[in-house]
């Protein structure tokens, strides 16, 4: 009840370090897994603590093993590599070189149709309700079996995500959307990261079939391959007590920056069909595109994966995330 609220909030608390910490302290039991993690990686503070990037300036080098620079030959020799169908190989590879790829028509309509309507009965019994962006709605698994054992920890995603990484994932997170986020162009590693980098993985996955005025995801493929950006990389405004007010601007205008930089990644829009899902690694930029159509619905489901064995963290809000499942469950 308290986190629904908190989640509704936008006022001075939201910028308080000890705010988390008083939190990191009511949810202890899904941060303990920290006290081996940040002995083995060498970090000297307490679980309860803000946690951030500047707490590790030397990035462990046990990066994802397709980030790494021989992965399409370490690919060619993986057992299950070889025994996917071409057109999977295909896909993974592209994971590799452009940071996602898109299965086809993986749910079908009655199931995009089934969580569709789940969405709406939980908002209509105000068992669910959106955050303070007035445009996600977090965790709909928690109360919903179909979004939770159909979609959230779907066998073959968890298994594929788990290749991936190369690691077996937990299910973090999940955020639903019934119009589009309109959000500027990020990369999932300023809010969700991990030590050492890359251990987080997303799929996104249209409820219905999306049209270019009703605010389209839209990413940069190749974008993944750019150093992560961290609160280091921009005016923050964070002090020791407090988080920068205009933090995430100010991050959103130093990836505006950088692509601008870059002008040979080229910006692509994915006018999904529903049931259509997209996967795309930690730091691949995306954003969600204006809405020109009035009113206009883009219904999604997004689902954020960490890998075990890794410390996991909030880069922009320098938190510990909170683990609540284990691997694969
Ligand atoms: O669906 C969208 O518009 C964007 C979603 C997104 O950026 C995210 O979940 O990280």
């Known amino acids: 009840m308290l986190q629904r609220l908190f989640q509704k909030y936008t006022g001075f608390l939201r910028s308080l370090k000890a705010v988390y910490v008083l939190n990191n302290l009511l949810n202890i039991r899904f941060l303990r897994r920290n006290r081996r993690l940040y002995q083995r990686y060498g970090i000297k503070k307490s679980i309860l603590s803000p946690v951030g990037s500047a707490d590790f300036q030397q990035h462990h080098t046990d990066i994802p093993w397709l980030d790494r620079p021989d992965a399409c030959e370490q690919l060619e020799r993986r057992p299950a590599f070889l025994a996917m169908p071409p057109a999977m190989q295909a896909k993974v590879r592209q994971f590799v070189t452009d940071g996602y790829f898109i299965l086809e028509g993986f749910y079908s309509q009655a199931q995009t149709d089934a969580l569709h309507a789940e969405v709406d009965r939980l908002l209509e019994a105000g068992r669910a309700g959106f955050n303070y962006t007035g445009r996600k709605i977090f965790n ?43 959000q500027r162009a990020h990369s999932d590693s300023i809010h969700m990261t991990t030590e050492p980098p890359g251990y987080l993985i997303a799929t996104w996955t249209a409820l219905e079939d999306c049209l270019p005025d009703s605010g389209a995801l839209f990413y940069y493929p190749g974008s993944h391959r750019l150093p992560y950006i961290t609160s280091a990389d921009y005016a923050s405004g964070n002090t020791r007590f407090t988080i920068g007010e205009n933090s995430n601007r100010q991050y959103e205008d130093k990836v505006e920056a950088v692509l601008r ?57 320098q938190r510990p995330a909170l683990i609540k499942k284990a691997a694969g469950t």
């Open 140 to 182: 709909l698994q928690e109360q919903s079996r179909l979004a939770d054992e159909q979609f959230f920890r779907h066998p073959h995603i968890l298994k594929m995500l788990s290749f991936l990484l190369g690691k077996p994932v937990i299910p973090f997170q999940s955020l639903s959307f019934i119009q589009g986020s309109e």
């Open 261 to 317: 930089e870059h002008p040979e990644l080229e910006k692509k829009v994915f006018l999904a069909q529903r049931g259509d899902v997209l996967v795309w690694h930690a730091n691949l930029v995306h954003g969600g595109g204006p809405i020109t159509r009035p009113g206009a619905t883009r219904r999604s489901f997004v689902c954020h994966y960490f890998a075990e064995e890794v410390i996991c963290y909030h880069e922009m809000s």
